[in-house]
């Protein structure tokens, strides 16, 4: 089983700076991301405000969440930066187990039937909450036991959160002042999120599942056409693991005019290394501070 598991995760990227050192760890924020798709890392020098060091593994044909968990051992055996002993950790869950709140209406010992509305669960999830200030709004979420023990166990404390808490903080932050409808999809090997923002409002936001360049049209046209976004002026942002040369990228290009790569409006420095990173990546990832 182990060998079979071990066939199933690749490490794609590891980016270690001088300034990683272990005498240091007190001063060291790591932040995981978590998802059948694969695993991020980054650890965050929080008295310089500077990512230092990141690593991304991806996982192939992973569907049960639980296996995430297991991946996770296997990869801290060979990673630089899983198995430290730091002051402070978070973890952002990526699953399509979350649902949107107003805070106005959110009641604490309701939150498990909020999720249930939007979501089928199985009873082996833990459910939590994020505040999002900047949407005045909770973002409700389950995260699986399995990997909560698993980090329980190896961190001293973790702080959970949703992937898309720190996507939709992030977005609304960096798009506060704009007047305008705008379309942002953040696409992810196995999902993507249409979110459509105008200002501070949140208008949409919603995740679909893809397996093919085609599949990923059909959903991003109805979500344009249920909205009436025009495709030939609404400006149109990618961001995510996603490049210009991708089927999808090419794809989308035939039907949405103003098609573009975002960036990332980022509040931190980064090592030299990460730097080499395309601006558009990670942006949950590296928005999961605003938290």
């Known amino acids: 089983m182990t060998t079979e598991l071990k066939n199933k995760l690749t490490q794609v990227n590891s980016f270690i700076d001088e300034a990683f050192d272990l005498k240091r760890l007190s001063d060291f924020h790591l932040i995981i991301q978590a998802g059948n798709d694969g695993l991020l890392l980054t650890v965050f020098d929080k008295e310089k405000n500077k990512y230092i060091a990141f690593e991304n593994y991806s996982f192939q044909q992973v ?20 198995n430290q002993k730091y002051k402070t950790v978070s973890c952002s869950v990526v699953n399509h187990l979350s649902t949107l709140v107003p ?26 909450t994020d505040e999002l200030k900047n949407l005045e709004a909770k973002n409700v979420f389950a995260i699986p036991f399995s990997l909560k023990a698993k980090l329980d166990y190896m961190y001293n404390k973790v702080n959970y959160h949703h992937f898309s ?13 704009q007047t305008t409808k705008k379309l942002i999809v953040h696409i992810q090997p196995s999902h993507f999120e249409a979110i ?3 200002g501070k409002k949140l208008l949409f936001y919603n995740t679909f599942q893809h397996h093919s360049a085609e599949d990923f049209m059909y959903y991003l046209l109805f979500v344009c056409e249920q909205l009436h976004l025009n ?26 005019r103003t098609l573009k790569l975002g960036e990332r409006r980022d509040t931190a420095d980064f090592s030299y290394q990460l730097q080499t990173l395309p601006k558009h990546f990670y942006f949950s990832l590296f928005n999961s501070s605003l938290l």
Do not use: P
């Not at 808490?165 to 002042?177: F, T, V």
């Not at 495709?231 to 949405?256: A, D, H, N, P, V």
């Open 165 to 177: 808490s720190g996507l939709i903080e992030g977005l609304l932050l960096q798009n506060k002042n």
């Open 103 to 128: 805070a106005a209406l959110f009641e604490e010992d309701r939150k498990s039937m909020y999720l249930k509305f939007n979501a089928t669960l199985h009873g082996n999830e833990l459910v939590l």
């Open 63 to 82: 569907f049960d969440f639980d296996l995430v968990a297991d991946l996770f051992e296997i990869a801290a055996k060979e990673s630089r930066i899983i």
């Open 196 to 198: 459509v923002i105008e």
């Open 231 to 256: 495709t030939e002026t609404t400006e149109t942002l990618f961001i995510g693991e996603i490049e210009r040369t991708s089927q999808i990228y090419t794809l989308t290009q035939k039907y949405i």
